[in-house]
């Protein structure tokens, strides 16, 4: 009975971080930490090679993050930030746009590859 117990409050704590994790509150602060963490690696990155552009940074960045990720391969990652302008010298954003921008990304194309958003 006991067991029966542990296993029923498994699956309510899993199926309420479930919901929370999908409603605006919960996608609103995996955003903002997907956004911290981008930034902060940007700052990692800047400060180990001081010299490198901050275009050529992104693109390590961005190339990093897409090798960890079968999703973000499938639906082409590496060119929705290209398009936005991102590793071109003349016209990539600062950190904190940049990293608004990776995690903007990253976010549609999990809500596509989860099937909720075509």
Not at 33 to 46: C, E, P, R, Y
Not at 57 to 70: G, M
Request: a neutral charge; charged letters at 25%; glycine letters at 4%.
């Amino acid at each position: 009975m006991e067991a029966l117990a542990v296993v029923l409050a498994l699956i309510v704590a899993g199926a309420a971080l479930v919901y929370f994790m999908n409603s605006p509150i919960g996608m609103q602060l995996v955003r903002k930490k997907t956004v911290s963490t981008i930034l902060s690696s940007v700052h990692a990155m800047q400060r180990s090679a001081p010299e490198t552009p901050l275009h050529d940074i992104y693109y390590a960045l961005a190339e990093e993050r897409t090798n960890k990720s079968k999703w973000l391969i499938e639906f082409e990652y590496l060119h929705m930030l290209r398009d936005a302008g991102c590793f071109d010298s003349r016209t990539a954003p600062r950190p904190e746009r940049f990293a608004e921008l990776m995690a903007s990304a990253e976010e549609k194309i999990r809500l596509q590859a989860s099937g909720v958003a075509k």
